[in-house]
């Protein structure tokens, strides 16, 4: 979106990010009034979130003739930043505006984990889920699915089995934190619950065993 009447003297044809960014902060542009405004929603989302693409975006922000609006969907999104991203190529101005609305638009675009897709799709799906996770979150899904890789016979693992094992690691303060990411993990069909033959519920993964050891790497990078 440009702002302004001026114009460029020479039409711009490179597809180097770093002469497009030389570009955008170049001074052939006269007329000070004249800027591309990019926006941004959720900025920290799983597609944005490697490093190099946040320096992009920081450095394609220092530029002179670009503005940045976006906004971010966790609390823990800054982390992402150095003081030098935040204070001197980003500069953001901050507005705290939550809407306090359901996610529920969001949640349409991410497919059901036990679709009748291919096993590429499939892991690609789970990822997907578990990358838009709390490190905490993905940390607790971690546990239960090198359990059930380590114990191949059994129904799943016991619930008070893995508040044990996510407490001794500080991963869970309580049960009930523990039932906010198993109540994530249920919402995405990324872990279900059966009985074993002592009536005990068990927590399981619905995924094949070469499926569950691709995604432990996956979200582990």
Request: hydrophobic residues 40%; proline residues 5%.
């Amino acid at each position: 979106m440009l702002k302004g009447s001026a114009k460029a003297e020479e039409p711009f044809n490179s597809k180097s990010v770093d002469d497009l960014l030389l570009f955008l902060d170049g001074l052939h542009i006269k007329d000070n009034d004249v800027f591309v405004c990019v926006v941004v929603h959720n900025i920290e989302g799983p597609g944005l979130r490697d490093s190099d693409t946040q320096q992009t975006l920081a450095r394609m922000a220092a530029c002179f003739h670009v503005r940045i609006v976006a906004s971010i969907d966790h609390v823990n999104a800054p982390l992402l930043w150095d003081k030098k991203m935040v204070h001197t190529q980003f500069n953001w101005w901050w507005h705290h505006v939550p809407t306090f609305a359901p996610y529920k638009v969001e949640g349409m675009f991410y497919p059901l984990i036990l679709s009748h897709a291919g096993s590429a799709q499939t892991l690609k799906s789970a990822a997907l889920v578990l990358q838009s996770l709390t490190p905490n979150a993905q940390s607790v899904f971690k546990v239960l699915a090198e359990y059930q890789l380590a114990h191949p016979d059994e129904q799943g693992m016991p619930v008070n089995k893995l508040y044990s094992a996510c407490r001794e690691r500080f991963l869970v303060s309580s049960q009930v934190t523990l039932n906010s990411h198993l109540t994530e993990f249920k919402d995405h069909e990324l872990v279900k619950t059966r009985k074993d033959s002592d009536g005990q519920e068990c927590l399981y993964v619905p995924l094949p065993g070469e499926v569950i050891e691709k995604l432990l790497v996956e979200i582990s990078q």
